[in-house]
């Protein structure tokens, strides 16, 4: 393993060492005016929600490394108090980042990346028209994190008016984690795409889970289960009896099969599908088998 000291980097050594390993990361598609009026659109991965009630979005234009100067965005939400922070999905993500490009004074992001402008109803700043999810915010608070090159900027964006497009919807109203179809900033030239690789960890917020430590050793010890798999297996309220363990077995005669074969590796592997398949309670009961 390398261990590294932040003050033995230079400031960009140590910025591609925060972003190759922090990801991937959620993207602030920053609308701004500036004091005449003049649209400026800009994509920021330093972002994330971090409150509720009152909702809260914090992005954090950093100074630039090369000349310690500020960007446009930073620049007009310390002048004019607002911004529109548009979610950016696959469909826009050339053009989100066309906008990234460091375009002089004045000039307006929206027409150079090729994106359809649209008025806010309660904020200055335009929305982006093919933006599936967007923020009209008040700044309620600039926070320099220091006056050096790299140096953070945090922008407290209180959301006043959401605006979701219908077609990112599911038939009970809510956003379908596939049809907003969101990309993510990794480090150097790369994103990902989260349809492309999205998977469910159900939250133990309703159950008690008994916990890894509870397994019993053999399963525990498995050369064949992963972390992920313990963690799965200790995540049930209680384990299955002896009496449906048998039930289980008998009423599977490929997994009879198996079990009387007494190979144990054979075993966990097939009780590892099981857990891929999401069926825990049948990973347990194959597993606990004699």
Same mark, same amino acid.
């Given at each position: 393993m390398v261990s590294i000291s932040p003050n033995e980097l230079s400031t960009g050594q140590l910025h591609a060492y925060l972003l190759g390993a922090v990801g991937p990361r959620p993207i602030a598609f920053a609308s701004t005016v500036d004091e005449k !009026?003049?649209?400026?659109?800009s994509p920021f991965s330093f972002f994330n929600v971090f409150s509720a009630n009152p909702p809260i979005l914090i992005f954090s234009p950093a100074r630039r490394v090369r000349d310690n100067t500020t960007?446009?965005?930073?620049?007009?939400?310390?002048k004019t108090q607002e911004v529109v922070i548009n979610v950016v999905n696959y469909d826009i993500v050339q053009q989100m980042s066309?906008?990234?490009t460091e375009y002089g004074e004045g000039i307006n992001e929206f027409k150079k990346a090729g994106l359809a402008?649209?008025?806010?109803?309660?904020?200055?700043?335009y929305r982006v028209a093919e933006s599936p999810v967007q923020f009209e915010c008040k700044v309620t608070k600039v926070e320099a994190l220091?006056?050096? !090159?790299?140096a953070g900027n945090l922008i407290f964006s209180e959301v006043l008016k959401i605006h979701i497009h219908s077609s990112i919807l599911d038939k009970n109203g809510n956003i379908d984690q596939h049809k907003i179809d969101q990309v993510a900033r990794m480090g150097g030239n790369w994103y990902c795409r989260a349809t492309a690789g999205m998977f469910e960890v159900p939250k133990p917020l309703t159950t008690l889970g008994i916990g890894v430590?509870?397994?019993p050793e053999q399963i525990r010890l498995s050369k064949?289960?992963?972390g992920n798999d313990l963690g799965m297996l200790g995540n049930i309220e209680e384990m299955p009896s002896e009496k449906e363990v048998e039930e289980f077995i008998d009423d599977n005669n490929d997994l009879a099969k198996i079990v009387a074969s007494g190979d144990r590796l054979k075993i966990e592997r097939r009780a590892q599908k099981f857990l891929e398949e999401g069926n825990v309670l049948s990973a347990w009961k194959l597993l606990l088998s004699k």
């Amino acid at each position: 393993m390398v261990s590294i000291s932040p003050n033995e980097l230079s400031t960009g050594q140590l910025h591609a060492y925060l972003l190759g390993a922090v990801g991937p990361r959620p993207i602030a598609f920053a609308s701004t005016v500036d004091e005449k !009026g003049r649209p400026n659109l800009s994509p920021f991965s330093f972002f994330n929600v971090f409150s509720a009630n009152p909702p809260i979005l914090i992005f954090s234009p950093a100074r630039r490394v090369r000349d310690n100067t500020t960007k446009h965005t930073l620049e007009n939400a310390l002048k004019t108090q607002e911004v529109v922070i548009n979610v950016v999905n696959y469909d826009i993500v050339q053009q989100m980042s066309l906008a990234s490009t460091e375009y002089g004074e004045g000039i307006n992001e929206f027409k150079k990346a090729g994106l359809a402008m649209l008025r806010s109803d309660l904020v200055q700043p335009y929305r982006v028209a093919e933006s599936p999810v967007q923020f009209e915010c008040k700044v309620t608070k600039v926070e320099a994190l220091g006056k050096e !090159g790299g140096a953070g900027n945090l922008i407290f964006s209180e959301v006043l008016k959401i605006h979701i497009h219908s077609s990112i919807l599911d038939k009970n109203g809510n956003i379908d984690q596939h049809k907003i179809d969101q990309v993510a900033r990794m480090g150097g030239n790369w994103y990902c795409r989260a349809t492309a690789g999205m998977f469910e960890v159900p939250k133990p917020l309703t159950t008690l889970g008994i916990g890894v430590d509870q397994i019993p050793e053999q399963i525990r010890l498995s050369k064949v289960l992963t972390g992920n798999d313990l963690g799965m297996l200790g995540n049930i309220e209680e384990m299955p009896s002896e009496k449906e363990v048998e039930e289980f077995i008998d009423d599977n005669n490929d997994l009879a099969k198996i079990v009387a074969s007494g190979d144990r590796l054979k075993i966990e592997r097939r009780a590892q599908k099981f857990l891929e398949e999401g069926n825990v309670l049948s990973a347990w009961k194959l597993l606990l088998s004699k």
